[in-house]
């Protein structure tokens, strides 16, 4: 079964906009990650937040962490139309070696 | 580009058949993982290997079975294929040192099961 749940579904923005994906977990976590599927192939890891982390950046990526509340931020800054993709958030568990993804938000950018 | 390697790309098999996919890890990396994605799904966790012993199993039946090669190259193989079984199959290779690493994901092989 799935880890967790991102929110929304599905996000369309135009370009330049910034983009704010919601993730939402289950158990205690070790890490949580963030993860991009372009049209069904492989992902692309973006970025790694430790649970003892509150937040991190990496371009204009910016991910929150709330252990407190099992929830997580993904947003984007200055959208581009190369950014339309799904994103999936995936975490290990506390003990656990492996990722549980979430459900994924798709994001389309409009040009 | 990972350096995570699979093949075959596209596989169309019919119920009841066995299926072999295969996957090369990034160089150095001595982990890897194997996940299924259904259409409009996440990756589910399937199994990992850690050289070359199983080191950890999602919920998959025993006719999903696994292994890895002193190389570190790997293999998943799914026997008496259902339809359910259709899917995009994505391995990923990591080093293991604390838990929790960054994972490198390869393109995937996408098996349809008629």
């Known amino acids: 079964s799935q880890q967790g749940e991102e929110d929304p579904q599905a996000l369309s923005i135009q370009e330049g906009e910034n983009a704010t994906m919601n993730c939402s977990y289950k158990?205690?976590?070790?890490?949580l990650q963030w993860y991009r599927q372009n049209s069904g192939r492989g992902l692309v890891h973006l970025i790694l937040i430790r649970s003892n982390e509150r937040e991190k950046h990496s371009g204009r990526l910016r991910v929150t962490l709330d252990t407190s509340k099992k929830s997580s931020s993904l947003l984007i800054t200055a959208s581009r139309a190369a950014d339309t993709a799904s994103y999936f958030c995936a975490t290990v568990p506390t003990g656990a070696n492996n990722l549980f993804f979430g459900t994924g938000t798709r994001l389309t950018v409009i040009p | 580009e990972t350096g995570v390697t699979q093949s075959p790309t596209h596989l169309i098999k019919t119920r009841g058949q066995q299926v072999t996919l295969r996957c090369s890890s990034q160089s150095g990396h001595n982990t890897v993982s194997w996940y299924q994605q259904a259409l409009g799904q996440g990756p589910q966790f399937i199994f990992q290997?850690?050289?070359?012993?199983?080191?950890g199993r999602g919920n998959f039946p025993p006719r999903f079975s696994g292994l890895q090669f002193p190389n570190y190259s790997s293999e998943l193989n799914v026997n008496a294929l259902e339809l359910d079984d259709s899917a995009l199959y994505l391995c990923?290779?990591?080093?293991?040192?604390?838990?929790?690493?960054?994972?490198?994901f390869g393109p995937g092989t996408r098996l349809t099961v008629l």
């Open positions: 990923a290779s990591s080093l293991v040192s604390l838990a929790g690493n960054e994972q490198f």
């Open positions: 290997y850690y050289r070359e012993e199983e080191n």
């Open positions: 158990t205690s976590i070790n890490n």
